[in-house]
Each structure stands twice: as C-alpha cells, then as structure tokens.
C-alpha cells in the first residue's frame, strides 16, 4: 500500500466514526513505518477536516464529529508512545471561547467550541453571557493564544470591542488573538474594533484559528 | 421597522386597502397556492385576479359587502363585524366569528 | 467604459458592479446552493431576470401589477412599541395600536401578535395577559392574526431550563445523555407550544406562526413538527405557518425523525415536505445572508433554494426575509434599494405564494 492510500484509510476511518477503525488503521500505518507526525497530519487530520466539511454540508451532524474526534483521539494516544515527549500531546493552540455578557445565545458559540476542539485546540468554552471581565481573567489563566467572542444581538456586539479594548490596557492584545463571530458581525465590524478575524461559521472558525494559530 | 413596509410596497397586496387579507385567508384556511387563492377570490367577488391588489376597485367593493376598509366609515362593519361578512363572502369559518358567536348564543 | 450599477454587499455597504460580475456572482451563489442542496440551476432567463432586477436605475423596485402576494410582519404588533435595540423603534404604544397600525396604515396583510421575549415558554406565566390581548385585536382586526413566538429549545437547557446543556455534554463526550437531553426538552417544547395554544384559540387567534423552527437544532425541529401535528388534530381549521431558523437543519441529535425521515441535513426543499406533513398551512423557507458576499451572490443562493422548496411544497410558501435573510443585507436598517430588489426576485424568479 501506498504512503497516499495509507493516508487515506486512516482519514476515511476518522470519517468513519469508529474508533475500533481509526485505531486498526493506525497500527497499520506504524507497522508500515510511517513517521507519526504524518500519520495524524496527512491522515488524521486530513479526515478531521473533511468531517468539518461534511457537518457544515449537512452530511454528518454534531454527534458524528465528537465521535469522529474521540477516534481520532484514540489514534493520537497510540502514536505519542512513538513520539518525542514534548511533541506528544501536543495541541495546536488554546482558544478561551465564549458569548459575551448580556447575550444568552449559546448554540451557535457552542458548536464553534465543538469543532475547534475536535480540530485539535485546547478550548476553554466559558459559556454565554459572560461578563467581560471572566475573558481577560481566563486568557490569562490559561495562557490562551486566542480569543473567541461570539454575539448574536447588535445590542451585544459592542461586548466584541470592549474585551480588546481591555486586552490593550492590560497589555495583553500583543500575544493574543481575536475572532469575533455571531449574526450581526462582519469582516468590516472586526476590522472596525480591531479584531484579528470574523468567521462566518464553525468551518471557517477553525480555518481561520489555524491560519493564525498554526 | 422601514424594511417590512418596503416589502409591503414592493411585493403585498396591500391588506385591507385592497383584497391581501382575503387572499392570504385562503392560503391559511384552505391551504391554497397563490395562483388558486387569488382565483378563488376574485371569483366571490366577481372581478379579475389584477383587481384584487388594485386599492380603486377594491376601495368601493369592500364598503359595499362590508368586509372592512381603512377608513372610519360611520356606521361601516368593523372588526369582527366585517369578519363575519368575509366568512360569509369566502365559504369560510373565522375562529373569532365562531367564538363571538358562541358568546352570545 | 463598462457601465457599473450600484448595489450591495451582504452587511448592506454600498459597491459598484458590471453586469458581467453581478451575473459571475449570481452564478456562484446558484452553484453554491445547488451543490448544497442538490437542486436544480436556475435558467439563463432567470439569471438575466436577476440581472435586470439588481441593475434597474431606480432607487425602489415592484412587483409587475398581478404578481402581488400577501406580506405579513411576524412580530409587527410589537416592532412599534417595543425596543429590543436592533428592530423595534420604541415608540410607546400598545401591542392592539401595532396591529391596527400594520393593518390600516402600513397595509399588511396578515399579522401576528407575539410578546416581548418572543419565545413560547415565557408565554406560559403570562398567558392570561396575552389571551386578553389576542382578544382585544381579534375585535379590532379583519387581517388574519396569528400568535408568534420561537420553539427555542435553548431554553429548556440549563442554566434557563432542566435539561442539562447538550452542548456541554456533546464537549465532554457524553452523547448519548447530550441525545437524551435533547429529546428530553423536546417533549417539553411540544407540550408548552400546545398549551400555549390551547389558550389562544380559546381567546379567537387565527392560527400560530413557529418563528426560527431549528434555530437550537434538529430537536427544535422536531418538537415543532410535534407541536404542530398535535395542534392540527385539535384544531382542524387553525392557520399554522412554520417558519424556519435557516437553509440547513442543524444536527445536534443527528438522529430524530419525523414520518421516518431525519431531520438533521435538511434543507429547504426537504424541510417543506415534512412541515407540510405535520400539518401546516405555509412553509417558510429561510436562507440565510453571507455578510462577506455581495448581495448578487446572495440572492442567487437564495433565490435558488427557494425556488426548489416552491417547487417541492405542497402548501403555500412564505419566504422569510427579514434582516440577514433572503438576500436582505445583515444589517440594523437594511436599505431599502437592496430590500426592494430582493421582495422582487423572490416573488418574480422564486415564485413564493408570500413574505
């Protein structure tokens, strides 16, 4: 078998769901002698993504990723006895995410949670209507590299400028990340307030996370 | 708030100034398509489906069968007054007229 | 010089486009749905029609005398006096002077009277308040009037509600509690709606209108196909319109059905067959704006999803196009060049029986 169709079973067996598949096809890849870091990257991955793909086309649903990503988990486990302590385990960046205060809206936040951490960061959801402050006090706790603050009111959308504008007088914007999201937000209101990026949805949600973050 | 009254301007048929609120009726009612909804109306009413958007023709029809007009007509159906001449006019029962009628039986 | 025509993007800002690329993203936003949805292109003459709607010199557009279809305002009774900072304008009035003026001023068609918070569970507390209001219009109306509100299963999850958060539990990989939570909050959604209901015919309500079915997923769906094939045995004449949250049915279960078909993955025209099998009268589709597209692209995508769920209906469809929707710019005050240009394709190239 080839080093591509190698990586195809192993992405088709995220996309599975099955981690009894994702953990075979894993052995299989070891056996074959394939470094791990491309075994999760061309493989796992490659299907995590494409399972990203397949929820937001309505083909698979919400259930589906989390047990897409538990096998993947499963196959990640396998590999880190094989690689370098301080690589394995590792995750690709810490996202505190959370609706702003006064806004209850939590579903859609919520799933933006759900596929980041199945695309591999390490995500702090702190909820929805979260007082201002509870972001800056979790980004510092955390060492997050980014920020996610969701809106789904106008009359909450300024919450989105208040947290940078209180990332900049506790001197903290520098290293840190900002996505905004939720209906009333646009690519022009991040650029207005500052914000490093808006996403439409949960797939660009983590694209964009990774172009920044990885 | 402006954008419903520009659909209103763009797109309805104009409620009560016209026949909007005997067409959708029937759409509700009897689910009906646009296209059978309008006819059915126009049909009571004996004018062309065109008439039933147009405020000129309908202005005069609505104050003759007293289904309701925007103006305070002396002495005009209003309310569920006019309602019950629509049930009469479109073959069809108005769950207020029921109620009211029940009321004073 | 190549002419350019003003228009817009899909967060409402002013552009300037040729022909060629407001048909180039028309075509984008058709391809977009058709692959999604697995529906039909729209035609060249359709495209063209698109065209000549989105470059015609005036600041306001119609509908060709005839082609009129019933407008009605879900949440207009309270869109006077109320004043949530995004829709409502605040000027103090009653709920009765909103629907009275909807119909004898601004010619709405049909109308609804909803409550602030505009979901149904909250109506529960409030009920005795909201069948004397329902009254007192019904006896100051001719347009049809329903009662509205949300489905909202959000609130039936905590910390507003008993269910635990699916959300927090789908996060921790407990899905089958996250599964159950859902259907758990369901069953409570339908009962709510249904009583709620209960009470409203019994006050003269014309029927009920689900505003944003789906919105908290698959399960809100289905406690709404629910709602409204128990309220249809109970009330064989009440009007019922089903409005859906947006084009694509959100998989948070993944798993529930209604008459053997999953609701996860729906979109528009497939959401119509079962809306229409639970036993409502209108199907509102609902296509959600890309604020990054411009309003071409927009109404490409939507006009061919909704003019799929048209074709695929056999009930009247009434197309949602309020702010972010329809190819109505996502923006607090959508200008009235791009709303206009909108009602217009729907009606003319979408073919919907109402807005």
Redesign the interface.
Known sequence: MSKEEMFKELADAVISCKKDAVDAAVEKARSEGIEPAEIIEKGLAAGMNEVGIM?E????????V??AA?AMESGVTILEADMPKDTASKKLGVIVNGTVEGD????GK??V??ML?SAGFE?H?IGRDVPLQDFIDKIKETNADMVGLSAL???TLPGQKAVIEMLKEQGLRDNIKVMVGG??A????AKKIGADC?A?NASEAVAKAKELLV | MGMPIAHIMTSGMSGIRAAGDLVARMEFSKSMRIGEAKEYVAKKLDVSTIDLSDEYVMREIREDLGIGVITSVAGAPKGIAAKMNIEKLLDIKINSCERFRKQIA | MTTEYTTRMGDGQRIFMTREQILADLKEGMADATDLGEIPDLSEDELDKLVDIIAMPARMVGVEPGKEVPVTHDIGTIRIDGDQGNSGVGIPSSRLVGVMMHERAFGADTMELGHIDYSYKPVKPVISNEQQTMEVCQQNTIVPLLYGAMPNLGLYYTPDGPFENPGDLMKAFKIDEARASIEGAAKHATRDITWIMQKMMASGADGINFDTIGAAGDGDMFASLHAIEALRKEFPDIYIEAGMAGELTLGLHGDLQYDGKVLAGMWPHQQAEVVSKAGANIFGPVVNTNTSRSAAWNLGRAVTFVKAAVKASSIPCHVNMGMGVGGIPMFETPTIDAVSRASKAMVEVAGVDGI
Not at chain 1, 57 to 64: A, Q, S, W, Y
């Open positions: 929820f086309r309505g083909k698979l649903f919400l259930p589906h989390m047990l538990g209850v809206h939590d579903i919520s799933i949670s759900t951490q995500v959801d009111m106008t009359t209906a009333p646009t690519e022009n209101w808006y439409e």
